[in-house]
């Protein structure tokens, strides 16, 4: 059973930085592809970020060059760095992986105060 535990969450000043954390435990094996989406309320889920089993990122539009994936694969950690933060970024954070089906963490709350 592989469970996804995000941290990092929490209140930033808008044009501030976060930095989000997920780390994956259960079964160890590599995921084909791991990252964050984020969900605004009365809004959709969207991506926000991925990066696949080649280390290749993907972008939301809404982040794309603000936010930076990386992936610790020794310690089945993947990391969202952003920064000129916005308060339209306000929105539950979740950390997403997947190998032969979709994983889900329980989700962190990122508020951006304006």
């Known amino acids: 059973q592989v469970q996804l535990v995000e941290s990092g969450g929490g209140l930033v000043q808008a044009g501030g930085s976060l930095r989000l954390s997920c780390a994956a435990s259960?079964?160890?094996?590599?995921?084909?592809?791991k990252g964050w989406y984020r969900q605004a309320p009365g809004k959709q889920r969207e991506l926000v970020a991925l990066?696949?089993?080649?280390?290749?990122?993907i972008y939301g539009d809404s982040v794309k060059g603000r936010s930076t994936i990386s992936a610790d694969n020794a310690k089945n950690t993947v990391y969202l760095q952003m920064s000129n933060m916005k308060p339209s970024d306000t929105a539950v954070y979740y950390c997403?992986?997947?190998?032969?089906?979709?994983?889900w963490g329980q989700g962190t709350q990122v508020t951006v105060s304006s």
């Open positions: 997403y992986a997947h190998f032969i089906r979709d994983y």
């Open positions: 259960g079964r160890s094996f590599s995921f084909t592809g």
């Open positions: 990066i696949t089993s080649a280390g290749s990122p």
